[in-house]
C-alpha cells in the first residue's frame, strides 16, 4: 500500500473533463485541469486512459459462503435447493476455512474496486458464532477497505422455536456485529419477528440490514410490515430491505403504495441481480421473470436503491467475480437501467444505504476512488476490465494491470519451442 500524496494525473472524469486529482490526508485536496496539477511532494500516478469514478460499495455481501460452489453443488438451482445445501454443509466449516474463503471474497471485492463492503455472517445450528468471528477477524484486519458486519439470524426468531437464535443475535451483537440481520418472510411471525430485530438493534444503536420477499409471490409481504413498523418506531439507526423481489411482480398501483410507505420509513432497497436472476423463476416454462425489484417504482416514491452482489460463487449464485461493476451492467441488461443510474445503485446509493459519508471527485471529499482503463461508463461496464487502480482513506490499496502480448512481436512472452 501507499501512503503520503498522490498526484492523479490526466484522468478522464465521468463528466467529459480530464484532470489532475491531488489526493493527501484520505481526502481529495485538488482537482485541476489535466496537465497543471501541483505534483510537489506526491507519488505521480499517470492514469491516461483511465475513467476515474468514485469507487463501488458492496452492500450486500456473504463473505462465509463464497467461493464454496464446487463444494456445495445445489443441483435444483433454487433458493430451497440452495439453503438445503448450505445448511447441510455449514457445521462442517472450521473457523480458519471460513476465515480464508472469507478473505480471498474480500480481495476480490477491493481489487475490483470496491473500498467498502457489507456482508452478512450466518447464525444458528451447526454454525454458532463460527462464521461470524471469522468475518469479524477479517473485518478487524481489513486495511483496504471499510468492512461491516451484519448478524445474520437463522430462522425461526419468534416463539419458543426461536430461543436460541434470539440467543446467538444476542451474541453476535455483544461480539461487535455491526448490524442485525434476518428473514422476517420466512418466519412464522413476520411482524413479531421484525420487531424483535428493531428493539435488539436499537438498544445496540446498530441499523437493520434484512432479507425482505426473496420470492416471485406477493404473500407473506413483510417489506410493508417493515415499514409499518420502522415509522410507528420511529427506529433512528437506518434499515436496509435486500432483495424485495415480490414487490417487483405486484401491479403497478399495489407496487407504488408500498413503495410511498418504505420511501416514508427512509428504508433503503438492496437490490441484488446475480442472486435473483439465478435463483428466481426456475418454475417458470418460458417467459422467466427476471426477479429484481420494482427499480422504477421505488425510486420515484424518492426510495434510496442501492445494488449489490449478494452470492459469489456458492449454492445461491455459482457464477460471479466480486466485481460492483458486473451488478451495474445486470442492471443495465435485467433492470434496464442506464449505466449512469446503475452506476450510482452500487456507488453513492450503496455508500448511503450503508451510513457512510458522499464520495465525489471534487476537493474535500474521502478519497476513495477507482480508476478503470475505459474512455467511458458505457465502457467500463461493457468491458470490465480487470485493468483497475483503487484507492481507500487515500492510499493505493490494489492495482491490477491486463498486458496483451502481440505474439509476432514478442514470442519469447508466449511460450518456448521445445
Ligand atoms: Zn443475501
Request: proline share 6%; with cysteine; net charge negative.
Amino acid at each position: 500500500m501507499t501512503g503520503g500524496p498522490l498526484l492523479l494525473r490526466a484522468a478522464l472524469l465521468a463528466d467529459g473533463r480530464r484532470v489532475d486529482v491531488r489526493v493527501q490526508d484520505g481526502l481529495i485536496a485538488r482537482v485541476d485541469p489535466a496537465g497543471t496539477g501541483d505534483a510537489s511532494g506526491t507519488l505521480a500516478v499517470d492514469l491516461a486512459g483511465h475513467l476515474l469514478l468514485p469507487a463501488p460499495a458492496e452492500i450486500h455481501a456473504h463473505l462465509d459462503k463464497a467461493l464454496s460452489a464446487d463444494a456445495v453443488p445445489n443441483p435444483a438451482g433454487d433458493l430451497f435447493g440452495a439453503v438445503t445445501a448450505w445448511l447441510a454443509y455449514r457445521p462442517s466449516l472450521t473457523r480458519e476455512q471460513l476465515e480464508t474463503s472469507a478473505r480471498a471474497a474480500l480481495d476480490a471485492y477491493l481489487g475490483h474496486g470496491a473500498t467498502a463492503v457489507r456482508t452478512h455472517a450466518d447464525l444458528g445450528e451447526g454454525i454458532g458464532l463460527r462464521a461470524l468471528q471469522a468475518v469479524l477477524a477479517v473485518r478487524d484486519d481489513a486495511a483496504g477497505c471499510t468492512v461491516q458486519v451484519t448478524a445474520f439470524a437463522a430462522t425461526p426468531l419468534t416463539g419458543a422455536a426461536g430461543a436460541v437464535n434470539r440467543a446467538l443475535l444476542a451474541d453476535a451483537l455483544a461480539a461487535g456485529a455491526d448490524a442485525v440481520g434476518a428473514c422476517p418472510g420466512l418466519d412464522p411471525d413476520p411482524a413479531g419477528c421484525i420487531e424483535i430485530c428493531l428493539a435488539l438493534a436499537a438498544r445496540h444503536g446498530v441499523p437493520l440490514d434484512l432479507h425482505v420477499d426473496e420470492w416471485l409471490h406477493p404473500d407473506p409481504c413483510s417489506l410493508e410490515l417493515l415499514a409499518d413498523a420502522v415509522t410507528a418506531t420511529g427506529f433512528p439507526h437506518g434499515v436496509l430491505a435486500g432483495h424485495c423481489v415480490s414487490l417487483g411482480m405486484m401491479d403497478p398501483d399495489q407496487a407504488g403504495r408500498i413503495a410511498d410507505k418504505v420511501a416514508r420509513a427512509g428504508i433503503a432497497v438492496a437490490c441484488l441481480p446475480q442472486t435473483n436472476l439465478f435463483l428466481q423463476g426456475r418454475d417458470h416454462e418460458r417467459a422467466v421473470p427476471r426477479g429484481l425489484t420494482a427499480l422504477r417504482t421505488l425510486r420515484a416514491a424518492g426510495v434510496t436503491v442501492a445494488a449489490g452482489g449478494d452470492n459469489l460463487q456458492d449454492p445461491f449464485q455459482i457464477l460471479g467475480r466480486g466485481d460492483p461493476l458486473e451488478t451495474a451492467a445486470l442492471l443495465v441488461l435485467a433492470g434496464h437501467d442506464t449505466p449512469e443510474t446503475a452506476y450510482d445503485a452500487v456507488s453513492a446509493q450503496a455508500r448511503e444505504a450503508a451510513g457512510l459519508p458522499p464520495v465525489t471527485v471534487a476537493p474535500g471529499s474521502p478519497a476513495e476512488l477507482l480508476a478503470v482503463r475505459a474512455g467511458s461508463l458505457r465502457e467500463a461496464l461493457a468491458t470490465a476490465t480487470a485493468h483497475r487502480l483503487v484507492i481507500h482513506d487515500g492510499r493505493i490499496v490494489a492495482r491490477t494491470t491486463v498486458t496483451r502480448h502481440d505474439p509476432d512481436d514478442h514470442p519469447a512472452q508466449i511460450g518456448h519451442t521445445a
